[in-house]
């Protein structure tokens, strides 16, 4: 994976010129001053761990597997969010681990855990590195250092039990390793999220992923039957059952606690036969209203499909329901025009309904539904739209970072909502970066559906400043306060990490903060585990 960038470098592609140009005259978009730092050019702290506590480590794990080389470091520093790209790129590497220490099985992790408490060293759990809200920072103040606790050796298939269909994994099985893993099976997890390529198991868990597919498949935390969790005060094993009336639910408590808690160590997960068919299709709203009112009726009413998303009016006349599509010529010319014109292009006017199909009695869910989406004024479009979308589904990061690289800052935010306050938490975001940002371009997309409400994503793109972080910062800090007072989630299945913090105390309130501190002084009393995510701090 790319250290400055997302995913395979060599899918990284330079935006043709007639985009180029379109970027410097509609948005004003202009390229940056200075070329990105290299690898090498990164300037990293000093490792601040003292040798003997390296040979310390290193005798829990083994020889080999404590890292303090620089290019171990910079991999593991920070995630991809694009305030992490960007301070990547001009060669910041403060944020570093001061070592990348690789456990080979939960007892090694159980004696690091019990180690780093002793001797005050922060611990930042790490999967696929794919963090887009600040998540792998961690704070340095009243620590001896940082240490990452890449969990890359912990990557076994540990048991299929088919007639429960659970499957047991270990924390850092990559998901397309687990996809293969139960495919010679003929089962699947059908966990899909943007981050699918690159993020782990034990990252969905901990971060309450939810995939592209959770229409017809679930969120994570759907799919998590039961886990082991390694924490400083000891271990705890959850989930004897599918459900239980015992007390509270603590698998709950874990999932989305981001490494603050503990580490989780093998996971127990629901699987699914591996559909024997899949359909995709296009259909076009005149409206994000519309489009909506029928997302929410198939939501409500049934029978619902495995993957449903509406992009809004922008997001469809840039076609961005297509990456694979942009950048490639031309053609995105056009459709930005159009869309900053306010009219018809090549992306379509109106707004763009995605629904896939899979698994059995594809036929039959296929025509009910469709059925719904016509009478709710829907027009088909047939496989295209569909397939194409299927096709790219995990391409729009490569084209974040071609725009980053021509003077664009792009960036994705996403919240959550009822089906009655989602007009209103549409319409607050959208003006709090425009009042922000000035004139970016803004898109947004349904891609996560209940019978009560959806999630709302939004991509952004704007010019750099002199200061393009800050300019995120200021744009960040605004969409967040706007959130909380429209009655939002500040985050659907992004995470809380650092960049959410503020706000998700104000939405937890006192007490609810109150209560997560207590755990985290029950589970983890040196604090050492990803400091400064999460948990927010007593009020001064």
């Known amino acids: 994976m790319s250290w400055s960038g997302w995913g395979d470098p060599a899918k990284a592609r330079e935006l043709p010129e007639p985009v180029r140009a379109l970027l410097r005259d509609l948005l004003g978009v202009r390229a940056p001053g200075t070329p990105a730092a290299s690898l090498e050019q990164v300037v990293l702290p000093a490792v601040a761990l003292a040798e003997p506590l390296l040979g310390a480590l290193a005798k829990v794990v083994g020889d080999g597997h404590v890292l303090t080389g620089h290019e171990d470091r910079v991999r593991h520093t920070r995630g991809k969010s694009t305030p992490d790209l960007l301070r990547m790129r001009a060669g910041d590497g403060s944020d570093a681990p001061d070592a990348v220490v690789l456990p080979g099985s939960h007892e090694e992790v159980a004696e690091l855990l019990r180690l780093c408490s002793r001797e005050r060293v922060a611990v930042v759990p790490f999967g696929g590195g794919t963090s887009v809200v600040g998540g792998l920072a961690a704070s340095r103040e009243g620590f001896a250092g940082v240490i990452a606790l890449d969990l890359g050796r912990l990557d076994r298939l540990l048991f299929v039990d088919e007639e429960s269909m659970v499957a047991g994994f270990e924390p850092g099985v990559r998901a397309p390793d687990a996809e293969r893993l139960l495919a010679g099976r003929g089962l699947t997890l059908g966990h899909f999220p943007q981050s699918f390529e690159y993020a782990t198991l034990g990252g969905f868990a901990a971060a309450r992923s939810s995939g592209q597919a959770s229409a017809g498949y679930g969120r994570f935390d759907d799919v998590v039957v039961g886990l082991t969790l390694a924490t400083p005060s000891g271990t ?91 950048g490639t010529g ?84 996403e919240t959550a909502g009822f089906w009655a306050n989602l007009p209103r938490l549409y319409d607050a975001v959208r003006l709090a970066l425009l009042g922000a940002l000035g004139s970016p371009l803004v898109m947004c997309h349904i891609s996560h559906v209940y019978e009560t409400g959806a999630s709302l994503y939004f991509t952004v793109v704007t010019p750099q400043d002199a200061d393009p972080v800050a300019q995120w910062d200021r744009a960040k800090a605004a969409v967040n306060a706007a959130i909380v007072e429209a009655g939002g989630t500040i985050t659907h299945h992004h995470g809380v990490g650092r960049d959410h913090l503020d706000a998700y105390a104000s939405e937890l309130g006192p007490v609810g903060a109150g209560i997560l501190r207590a755990v985290k002084a029950e589970l983890d009393p040196a604090g050492i585990l990803n400091p400064g995510a999460l948990i927010p701090p007593p009020a001064s």
Not at 237 to 262: I, T
Not at 307 to 323: C, F, N, Q, W, Y
Not at 387 to 407: I, K, M, N, T
């Open 330 to 413: 031309q053609a995105d010319a056009s459709r930005a025009s159009d869309a900053a014109a306010g009219s018809g292009g090549a992306g379509g006017s109106g707004c763009l309904l995605i629904a896939g199909f899979e698994g059995a009695r594809v036929g039959s869910r296929h025509a009910a539904a469709s059925a719904v989406l016509a009478r709710m004024g829907g027009e088909p479009l047939g496989p295209g739209p569909g397939e194409s979308w299927e096709h790219g589904r995990f391409s729009a990061p490569y084209l974040r970072d071609s725009l980053l690289a021509a003077g664009a800052t792009v960036e994705t935010l």
């Open 236 to 326: 705890l094993e959850l989930g004897r059952a599918p459900k239980s009336a015992a007390g509270p639910d603590l698998r709950q408590l874990v999932l989305g606690s981001e490494g603050a808690f503990g580490v989780i160590t093998s996971l127990r997960l629901r699987v699914r036969r591996a559909p024997a068919e899949r359909r995709y299709e296009g259909w076009r709203f005149a409206s994000f209203a519309e489009g909506s009112a029928a997302v929410r009726a198939l939501a409500q009413e049934g029978p619902l499909p495995t993957v449903l998303r509406l992009s809004d009016e922008t997001e469809t006349m840039i076609g961005l329901a297509k990456p694979d599509e942009i």
